[in-house]
């Protein structure tokens, strides 16, 4: 199984003491779009040591390291391939990745190839449905 913690020590030195210091990388832009899309299914995280959660140890390490950090964690999913961001805020949020665990260590120009895949699938899909019931109906209207 893949894991990846997204923790940065050289984040842990203040650049300015009028804000905390968040030792996670920011999610924003198109970085951020992509990732939603790729990973839909949204949930917080109340209980991440629950003897029946499937979020790996070293993953929930990193989870429990984080929670001082942000009002919130959520995970983020699809299938085998989960991640736990960082949430800070209600009207605005902003959002931090914490770490990801599954099945694959995707970059972000991976994502976005595979969602366009996904996206003409659907398409092709789609249209075939309507070919073949529209081939149907005809065969129905000829006795066919």
């Known amino acids: ?12 030195v203040p650049a300015s003491t009028s804000e905390p ?3 996670y990388p920011e999610l924003s832009g198109e970085e951020l779009a ?8 949204r949930r917080e995280i109340r209980k991440p040591f629950s003897r029946f959660n499937t979020i790996p140890d070293l993953a929930i390490a ?14 983020w999913s699809r299938a085998n391939d989960p991640m ?17 665990w599954g ?20 398409l092709l899909t789609a249209l075939g449905g309507i070919g073949f019931f529209a081939v149907t109906l005809v065969a129905l209207a000829f006795g066919g």
Not at 3 to 8: A, G, N, R, S, V
Not at 34 to 41: C, F, S
Not at 62 to 75: G, L, P
């Open 1 to 12: 199984m893949f894991i990846e913690t997204y923790y940065d020590e050289r984040a842990a």
């Open 21 to 23: 210091v968040i030792p």
């Open 34 to 41: 992509v990732w939603q899309e790729y990973l839909p299914i």
């Open 62 to 75: 990193e989870i429990k390291k984080a929670t001082r950090s942000f009002d919130r964690i959520e995970i």
């Open 84 to 100: 736990a961001v960082g949430v800070i805020g209600e009207g605005k949020p902003r959002y931090f990745s914490i770490v990801r």
């Open 103 to 122: 099945d694959a260590k995707l970059t972000v120009e991976q994502l976005k190839r595979r969602l366009r895949v996904e996206k003409w699938l659907l």
